[in-house]
């Protein structure tokens, strides 16, 4: 973490902290939509394969949402889901090497994201996205998704029709909810008053207990053929959550497990990307 983050980290804390002591519930909300708020990043002017997409646009929620396309006559079709404080573009090298296996390749920015409109997003309103994209660009033969959009993506297929000819990858995907709220409340050192209102508010706003948005909950749903890699130290998605679905031993779930490529840089390693690539 560069030292300008720390520092603003260490401000939000301490914000906290006061408006804890005199206004929990207060507290419980702003905090509620601190963690449905992305930074926005920086867009690059685009790499050669960004370049060579075609630009498309879909309203969902009356924002307008920016995304891209890749051989759109290609016999097979792929959706590709980014996480939290990501961007389609992040995954544009994935685009030419799916156009070589013969996939028309999709990937929008997530309300909030990217070029997308918005400021907030949470877990419902992704899984709408993601259903008015199939809607209008699908149907997909497969998919694949990385951290909060791996979450988004197993809630969808728990919706929309499919069977065990789809295919899945699910890179570091934030298996449970309830492990990113206490992710993100031990981040801003909430106490523990607090820490139980978000999780009240977090039901109140989706009208579901946080729980039930689970991937392992969601897996027994899912006919698909799953592909699942995760690194033994995520920190940000935890490892713990994800083997407790490999616990499970689903007959349509394969797991591959790395070390040392934490949350991130585990879908840009090559031979992370050649065994998706195998996969797909």
């Known amino acids: 973490m560069k030292l300008s983050q720390k520092i603003a980290l260490?401000?939000?804390?301490?914000?906290?902290?006061?408006?804890?002591?005199?206004?929990?519930?207060?507290?419980?909300?702003?905090?509620?939509?601190?963690?449905?708020?992305?930074?926005?990043?920086?867009?690059?002017?685009?790499?050669s394969i960004i370049k060579k997409a075609e630009q498309l646009t879909i309203t969902?929620?009356?924002?307008?949402?920016h995304g891209y396309r890749w051989n759109a006559q290609g016999k097979k079709k792929i959706l590709i889901a980014h996480g939290f404080e990501s961007a389609a573009t992040n995954f544009d090298i994935y685009a030419d090497r799916l156009v070589q296996k013969?996939?028309?390749?999709?990937?929008?920015?997530?309300?909030?994201?990217?070029?997308?409109?918005?400021?907030?997003?949470t877990l419902p309103e992704y899984v709408q996205t993601l259903s008015a994209i199939c809607r209008q660009f699908g149907p997909f033969d497969a998919f694949m998704a990385h951290s909060f959009g791996g979450l988004a993506l197993a809630h969808l297929l728990e919706q929309l029709p499919h069977s065990s000819n789809n295919k899945v990858v699910l890179i570091a995907p934030a298996t449970e909810t309830v492990?990113?709220?206490?992710?993100?409340?031990?981040?801003?050192?909430?106490?523990?008053?607090?820490?139980?209102?978000?999780?009240?508010?977090?039901e109140q706003k989706g009208g579901i207990n946080p729980?039930?948005?689970?991937?392992?909950?969601?897996?027994?749903?899912?006919k698909a053929k799953v592909l699942w890699l995760h690194d033994e130290e995520d920190d940000i998605t935890p490892f713990a959550d994800a083997q407790k679905v490999q616990n499970d031993q689903h007959?349509?779930?394969?797991?591959?497990?790395?070390?040392?490529?934490?949350?991130?840089?585990?879908?840009?390693?090559?031979?992370?990307?050649?065994?998706?690539?195998?996969?797909?």
């Open 10 to 47: 260490a401000f939000v804390r301490l914000q906290f902290r006061v408006i804890s002591f005199a206004a929990p519930r207060k507290a419980a909300q702003k905090a509620f939509a601190l963690f449905c708020t992305p930074r926005k990043k920086k867009q690059s002017t685009g790499s």
């Open 60 to 65: 969902v929620n009356d924002y307008r949402l």
């Open 102 to 121: 013969e996939y028309e390749v999709v990937a929008f920015d997530a309300q909030a994201h990217g070029k997308s409109e918005g400021k907030t997003i």
């Open 179 to 202: 492990s990113a709220i206490d992710h993100f409340a031990h981040l801003l050192r909430l106490n523990k008053k607090i820490k139980t209102l978000l999780g009240q508010i977090t």
């Open 211 to 222: 729980q039930y948005y689970s991937i392992r909950r969601a897996m027994n749903n899912i």
């Open 251 to 280: 007959n349509h779930l394969q797991f591959v497990v790395t070390r040392g490529l934490g949350h991130r840089k585990i879908y840009r390693d090559r031979a992370v990307m050649d065994h998706i690539l195998d996969f797909l």
